[in-house]
């Protein structure tokens, strides 16, 4: 049977060509999309593993600072413990201007025993950062006070740094960057967390304690703020940071807002490309409709007289169906060896899971969208009266 | 004969109304996106309010400063002191308008949050840039070398912190500083690097410039020409200036920067690699993205058509029968089928100026007003008879070897 429908369509491939290039350019487009869905969608489904409801940033851009350490550490400590003295603030740290859902990022190399791994995000942090952001620890500590004046320099790696480090195996203690300037230690490993917006993938991460020559540079504070502070509140916050850092302009957004903006950079490309492959697929839709229904009207003689001699209208209908979706599948054989060369050549940098079942999508909308395309014309060849056809002819 | 195939085209549209349908909605709504993202396009690099003097001004938004020894690089906006002392102070340009790009700050009124963008300006960015004032009046070189508190404010900051009543001599605390409000103008959308703020203030107030004698900083300039024939004049002497700034600092031994026309200015940022300015890959992408997009209408369409060929073989037959030549019947085609995208393509236009209607209505950009002119008609047209050209072309040669015996027998 099946041999049989190759060579009717093999008997017209010149009259076929265009359909199938057609069938073939849309499967490519459709295989894009679904890529970037099925993409989005697993980082989607992955946890955020951190709380950005009550915390806000406060950004200072800041020129005449404090020149002596000393001086430096008064300054940022005096405004810290005025912040902390506030009844409506839970937790405060100054950090690196890559705070969640911002656009700016800082990424750095970081080496152990001959692995050498790049673009680790590189943030700094101070002792109260975990508690601002509700990070949780999966083994060791955050840094504290007592790592003030440590031989090395602590820090927190996230799980995936740690996976691509060492494994299994464990992380805790061991040296980063040995026969660097000041190598570092880990002293802790905490969950992945998606501060790039809940359709960010998770990268490498690695976290810093901040020391006297970080306040040189950082101008961006996280605040936790308790339940029930209002806009009333933060005017008087942003007149208290404000009289402090006299010659800063000082801009306080809420993670909420930041989240959704950023998410917004993610979503919004992605509905304008969804609206015009959807358009592009209804324009595909009714050609092929067309074509089908065009084709079966010119073949009515030939389904007349597979109905004279004991077809019934089921099978008939059938046959049509079947004839279009070996047409498409061999559409779909040369649209998948291209798409295979993705997760094969490794573009992009995806997993090869998202594009195979990218292409399982793919698949499965062309061929869903061809029966639904030759049913209405199969069911009207299924209603030809072979009299009446013949009679024609 | 002209008037005979039209004719004959509009007769073939009536026969088959939904093969007509289905043409028409795949030519009109692919116009309609591709016209709406060429009004874009448009409004992206065309002359806008208030950047109306495009013509002849040239930008410069960035220097890269790059040691090429360790192949470290830095990229980014000027600082004030460096544009002051080198860009201002060429020969050739008639004037040089400085400002910052914006910086966003908060102000709390009546229990409620503004963030208003600021940009510091020299008093030149008002004679460079043609705002409209609403009310009251720039300030002046003289307010400016004073320190003197006063701000410009746009029309929608005026509304949400004044209200309805006059601005232009009233007090706006803005980043804990009162400033004395001198005028109001029209609002600027945020696509207008170069001109967008909510606030404008004097440079002299910016509290992170002062002391940065360095290159980088927070500023971008707009130099205008005299005349068109100039422009070249100036991009030759600021390359002679560039060449003679010193590097201060040892982490960099050498200095990028490029000043250009509009789009090439953006164009070097995003695609320009060393000398090329990028105009020439912009342009690639954006004809790629249109060609790939066209490609499934137009595959489509050519499907349709073939269709519709067939269908029509009896009367092909019949015409080759009495002696017309392949050719004839190719014109014949093609140019029904440039009649079909056409009425395609005034459909389209319709659609999109619905849309675009809709964009500028609900505002999604605020102040953003996106127009149909006649640059993108004329993009439009040229669509449509590249659309009609090519998904004509290959079913009229299908058309033309159709043998006279099989065409007529096929009745």
């Known amino acids: ?393 | 004969m002209l008037k005979n195939y039209f004719k004959i085209a509009i007769a073939v549209l009536k026969r088959r109304k939904f093969f007509t349908f289905i043409s028409l909605f795949g030519i009109s709504f692919t116009l309609t996106i591709l016209i709406v993202l060429t009004a874009f396009l448009d409004h992206l690099i065309n002359p806008q309010y208030p950047d109306t003097k495009r013509g002849r001004s040239l930008y410069l938004n960035t220097t890269t400063r790059i040691h090429t020894k360790h192949q470290s690089y830095s990229n980014g906006p000027m600082s004030f002191y460096f544009l002051n002392k080198y860009v201002h102070s060429m020969k050739t340009p008639e004037k040089v308008a400085i400002a910052s790009i914006f910086l966003p700050t908060n102000t709390y009124v009546n229990n409620k949050k503004m963030v208003i963008d600021m940009k510091y300006t020299n008093a030149e960015f008002w004679d460079v840039q043609e705002f409209e004032f609403l009310e009251g009046r720039p300030y002046t070189a003289q307010e400016i070398a004073n320190r003197d508190h006063v701000a410009v404010i746009t029309e929608e900051t005026k509304r949400e912190y004044f209200g309805e009543e006059t601005a232009a001599g009233k007090y706006i605390e803005a980043d804990n500083v009162k400033y004395r409000v001198t005028g109001v103008v029209k609002s600027v959308p945020i696509t207008l690097l170069f001109s967008y703020g909510n606030m404008y203030v004097p440079y002299t107030l910016s509290k992170t410039e002062i002391g940065n004698t360095g290159i980088g900083g927070s500023y971008t300039a707009i130099i205008l020409a005299r005349s068109k024939a100039d422009m070249s004049k100036i991009q030759e002497e600021y390359q002679q200036v560039i060449a003679r700034v010193p590097l201060p600092d040892n982490e960099y031994d050498k200095l990028l920067s490029y000043v250009d026309p509009y789009l090439t200015s953006f164009t070097r940022t995003l695609f320009g690699k060393d000398e090329s300015s990028g105009v020439g890959t912009f342009i690639l992408i954006i004809s790629i993205f249109a060609l790939f997009f066209m490609l499934l209408p137009t595959l489509n369409l050519i499907n349709i058509n073939i269709s519709r060929i067939m269908e029509r073989s009896s009367e092909i037959g019949v015409r080759k029968a009495f002696g017309a030549s392949s050719r004839t019947l190719v014109y014949q085609f093609i140019i029904e089928n440039i009649i079909l995208t056409l009425i395609g393509g005034i459909l389209g236009v319709v659609f999109s100026a619905i849309i675009i209607a809709i964009i500028n209505n609900s505002q999604m950009l605020p102040h953003l007003y996106l127009t149909i002119n006649f640059t993108v008609l004329a993009w439009a047209l040229l669509a449509c008879l590249v659309f009609g050209l090519f998904s004509g072309v290959y079913p009229a040669w299908r058309m033309s070897r159709l043998q006279v015996v099989t065409a007529l027998k096929a009745q």
């Open chain 1, 1 to 393: 049977m099946l041999k049989h429908l190759f060579k009717l369509i093999w008997n017209k491939k010149k009259q076929h060509f265009v359909l199938m290039l057609e069938i073939l350019v849309s499967f490519l487009v459709i295989f894009a999309v679904f890529t970037l869905v099925v993409y989005y969608y697993q980082n989607y489904r992955k946890p955020m593993n951190f709380d950005y409801e009550r915390v806000w940033a406060v950004q200072f851009r800041i020129e005449e600072r404090p020149t002596t350490y000393d001086s430096m550490y008064l300054f940022f400590g005096t405004l810290q413990n005025q912040l902390k003295s506030m009844p409506e603030v839970e937790a405060v740290s100054f950090t690196s201007n890559n705070i969640p859902f911002a656009m700016s990022s800082t990424q750095n190399n970081v080496n152990y025993e001959g692995l050498h791994i790049q673009q680790v995000n590189d943030y700094t942090a101070e002792d109260d950062y975990d508690n601002v952001l509700g990070l949780s620890l999966q083994s060791g500590r955050w840094f504290s006070k007592e790592d003030a004046g440590a031989k090395y320099r602590p820090v927190v790696i996230n799980h995936f740094l740690k996976e691509r480090l060492f494994g299994s195996g464990e992380a805790v203690g061991k040296l980063l960057d040995k026969g660097s300037e000041r190598p570092l230690k880990i002293v802790g490993v905490i969950n992945d967390i998606k501060e790039h917006g809940d359709y960010q993938s998770v990268e490498s991460a690695i976290y810093r304690r901040a020391d006297t020559s970080s306040y040189h540079w950082m101008e961006e504070l996280l605040i936790r703020v308790k339940p029930g502070a209002n806009v009333a509140f933060e005017g008087r916050l942003y007149k208290a940071l404000a009289s402090h850092l006299k010659s800063a302009m000082i801009e306080i957004e809420h993670l909420t807002d930041k989240r959704r903006a950023r998410n917004n950079m993610t979503l919004v490309p992605m509905i304008i490309m969804m609206i015009v492959a959807g358009f592009l697929v209804i324009n595909v839709a009714l050609g092929l409709f067309g074509v089908l229904w065009y084709n079966i009207n010119r073949r009515k003689s030939e389904i007349g007289l597979r109905r004279a001699v004991g077809a019934t209208g089921q099978s008939i209908s059938r046959q049509l169906v079947s004839e279009a979706l070996v047409l498409s599948t061999i559409a779909l054989l040369v649209g998948c060896f291209f798409a295979v060369q993705f997760p094969l050549l490794n573009v992009f940098d995806m997993p090869a899971s998202v594009y195979l079942i990218a292409i399982g999508l793919s698949v499965l909308f062309i061929y869903a969208l061809v029966v639904v395309c030759a049913l209405y014309p199969g069911k009207q060849a299924a209603a030809i009266y072979p009299a009446v056809a013949l009679h024609e002819d």
